[in-house]
């Protein structure tokens, strides 16, 4: 997705919801004369502004500020040295165009304020300290929204949830946190449509069902969970948890899975957990803890290379080993490896991953691709399959001929009979027979074939096999006895 699409989807999205209007927009533009790549730099944000509203100067600000309501646009690398305070007209920002926006310091929703987090496109908000939800002044009053569509995290090094706030995940956001979820008063949520993954979750508080998943959330919890309260976690919908160690409602907690929830958990419950009867929610002891989080797949097929270009991140690893490519020209029940690709190993951040595929099968009109992730114990997962469309291709006769055919031991040698479909460029052919293929090579002309077109064939035993050309848009097949 280009920036500008990708800004005017956040645009649009943002003016959504809840029908607000932004009184002004600021959005980060290091190629502006003069920008010098940081946010104290006035020279790099262009700044808009609905009528009647008089604009802050740039840069943004930072800490609450009055005024016209103030929504910030990031789609290029920016970092931000200090603690950013979200309250009074700062109450939005929106991450795209797989930027990278680096805090370092703390990210603060201010008391009784209501701020949104929107991310698409590949981006990445890192908060290098802690995320703080300020104590409310009534019932969820201190509200943090993170919106997403799969591919982007907020990532952080803690979780600070004070009483009477509330952070909600939404279906497609995704929230991870390095270290302690921390939640420190009373009538504290948090609600995941989408992703959440901490290290450990402590709950001190009250009343109200303190940590709640809808649809198909997904809940990685790689520690314990410590209820300290009377407070409740509800699991509904079809989501999964995975808690790679107790989980401790010694002091009455409720626990509860229902509608086709599961909960799985390496270590013990300290009281025995609910599921709602006639339902099929349920606590399974097991550990799940997956060695790679949110393995997300995107590819695009380049026509001046003829090749596909995969592209792949995980939001986390630990244990991995590697990933292995799989594609498949005959829908999702024929895979084969392509590629292996080495893992990273253990990290808390995002990791990008990159393959291409140049053997392409030219009479086929899509191509199917799913990663397989392979731990150091050997588990594998995957990741879900993405279809490439390719461009069709003419199947043609008797624009190349081998020669001899049948070659009776002599060098076979490969010539163009049809100018009409050949005017020069790049040719590339492979061999098959019933048993083996070999890579595809690619040589720039006509004349450069037969020493490579020799030294493949002298890889294959004598009996049939076929030379496969191919050159612009046509694909032929040529027969040949060896």
Known sequence: MNKKLSILMQIVFLLALGGNVFGQTFTYSPGNTGCDGTWGDADCWNVSATSGCTPHSAPPPTNGASGCEVNIVINDDLTYTGDLVFGGSFTSMALGGGAIFDVIGNVQIASDEKATFSLTSSS????????????????????????????SFV?????DLRG???????????????????????????????FFRTATIDIQGGSNHQLNSYGAAQILVEGDIVLGGSSGI?????????????????NGATLIASDNAKVYYCGEI?????????????????????????????????????????TWSTAKENDNS????????????????????PGIGWSDK???????????????????????????????????????????????????????????????KVALLNQDLYQGGEVSFRVFDSLNSSDLVKVS??????????????????????????????VEYIKVIL
């Open 322 to 341: 590697h990933f292995e490519v799989e594609c498949s020209f005959d829908g999702i029940d024929a895979f084969e490896k392509v590629g292996t690709i």
């Open 350 to 412: 995002m990791t990008y991953y990159n393959f291409e595929d140049e053997n392409l099968l030219m009479t086929a009109s899509k191509a199917y691709y799913r990663i397989k992730q392979v731990s150091l114990n050997g588990k594998e997962t995957f990741s879900d399959v993405i279809v490439i469309d390719l461009p069709s291709v003419k199947t043609t006769k008797n624009v190349w001929r081998a020669y001899p055919n049948p070659s009776r031991g002599e060098q076979v």
């Open 155 to 159: 990532n952080t090094g803690m979780i």
């Open 270 to 310: 300290k009281k025995e957990p609910k599921a709602i009867e006639e339902q099929q929610g349920d606590f399974v002891f097991g550990c799940r803890i997956l060695p790679v989080q949110s393995l997300t797949l995107s590819g695009e097929y380049h026509k001046e290379s003829n090749q596909v270009e995969l």
């Open 124 to 151: 990445e908000l890192n908060i290098s300290n802690e995320l703080i939800i300020s104590l409310g002044s009534s019932s969820d009053s201190t509200v943090l929204n993170i919106e997403g569509d799969g591919t």
């Open 164 to 194: 009477r706030a509330m952070i909600e995940v939404n279906e497609g956001g995704s929230l991870i946190s390095s270290g302690p979820t921390e939640y420190n008063g009373n009538s504290s949520r948090i609600d995941i449509h989408g």
């Open 445 to 474: 002309n006509a004349q450069s074939l037969n020493p490579k077109v020799a030294e493949v064939l002298g890889q294959f035993s004598s009996g049939l096999v076929v030379v496969e050309m191919i050159w612009d848009n046509h």
């Open 234 to 250: 509800t699991f509904n919908g079809d989501s999964e948890v995975d808690v790679g160690g107790n989980i401790d409602n010694s």
